[in-house]
């Protein structure tokens, strides 16, 4: 039987997916609110370069897995890949609960960086092949919601939990709940996508990229311009995730106001990707991304000018729609700008340097919080975000559909 391309003629496996990836990205929702406190409070650590190592190793295995899914799932089927993701994830809530040091937290977030970037990476490669041209945008907005809404949801009760029962090892209990949902529904009822890319490779009149490695980060103008911003995008979400509780910390904020200003940001990231993906495919992309980046900058740039509990609020979700607005979308144009066959690898190189700015964050701004202070390094990621924009503004060129959006 002959594949057939779209949301609506697919919209059963593309739901099985949307799941998936919701326990996927749960996953990583188990350490946004806790993994800094406990470095402090458990394991005494002081250093911010120390306390965000954490966050570098899960970026560097997850760039790296994501590079791998990308070269990997033309060969070995995404499925395949999804299956080994969650492999991988079985010791992490045990790690988690029972470590007595802090190199064990960064075991169990090496395995959490592979696990994320071999099962997150399948279900968007999948999602992308089942959907075809027309609704690319909307399917990355969807995937996108349901990983960082769950990330929220996530957040914020394993700080309840964390709040009402102690930081260990309740709250992460819910990993083992994920884990076995996750991985029963991938091997039963979820399905390759081979079939679907052989149809649009049919009729595909993307041009083939010469060197997919070198054309994806610097010299398709299109794609680097994509593939800097999803750097400095994921920079300042690992310097939000390692050194936003620590400074809301120093301002004496609960243990509890701080998981609800850490849940809005990816709340409100994950809800308006469900508006922001179909933005994609409607109007250009390159003022999608360029405006998205700087709501950001400005939003983290003013995060160091308050003490007030509702204006964090309100900052962490005008971040929240400022990243909502260029994730989707920095997927959607990278399959825009590839042809069937490089695409798996391109998203996969994209992903790789996306997510070395995890790495490049935690390093970069803990040196800087460590000599001069957290609020300084929080100003200098908004003012790096800013520039990002200007960048995009101007290498990233308005594709044909873009132009006819944007007229």
Known sequence: MTASLGLKRNWKQFTLLIIVNAMIGGMVGLERTLLPEIADQEFHIEANIAILS??????????????????????????????????FAIPIPILLIYADNWNTI???????????????????????????????????????????????????????????????????????????????????????TKKHVKVEKA??????????????????????????????NNLNDGMIWGLLPLFLFEKSFTLKEISIIVAVYPAVWGIGQIFTGRMADKFSKKRILMIGMWLQAI??????????????????????????????????????????SDRPKSIGVFRLWRDLGYVLGAILTGIIADIFGIKISIFLTGILTALSGVVILTRMKLTLKNKQHAN
């Open 54 to 87: 954490f966050i570098a190793v899960f970026g560097l295995s997850k760039a790296i897995s994501n590079y791998f899914t990308g070269v990997l799932a033309n060969k070995i089927g995404r499925k395949n890949l999804l299956l080994i993701g969650w492999v």
């Open 106 to 192: 960064l075991f169990a977030n090496v395995l959490l960086g592979i696990n994320q970037g071999l099962a997150w990476s399948s279900t968007v490669i999948m999602k992308i092949d089942l959907v075809g041209e027309k609704n690319r945008g909307l399917a990355m907005g969807l995937n996108e919601f349901a990983g960082y809404f769950a990330i929220a949801v996530t957040a914020y009760f394993t700080g309840w939990i964390a709040n009402s029962y102690g930081l260990r090892p309740y709250p992460f209990l819910i990993g083992i709940f994920l884990i076995i949902v996750g991985f029963l529904i991938s091997i039963i009822w979820v399905k390759d």
């Open 203 to 232: 009729f595909s009149e993307v041009k083939r990229l010469n060197n997919t490695f070198w054309d994806t980060t610097l010299f398709n103008k299109n794609l680097s311009a994509v593939t800097q911003a999803g750097l400095i």
């Open 299 to 340: 939003a983290i740039v003013m995060l160091t000018q308050t003490d007030n509990y509702f204006i964090f609020i309100s900052l962490a979700a005008i971040l929240g729609w400022g990243t909502a607005m260029v994730y989707p979308t920095f997927l959607a144009t990278v399959a825009e700008n590839t042809h069937p």
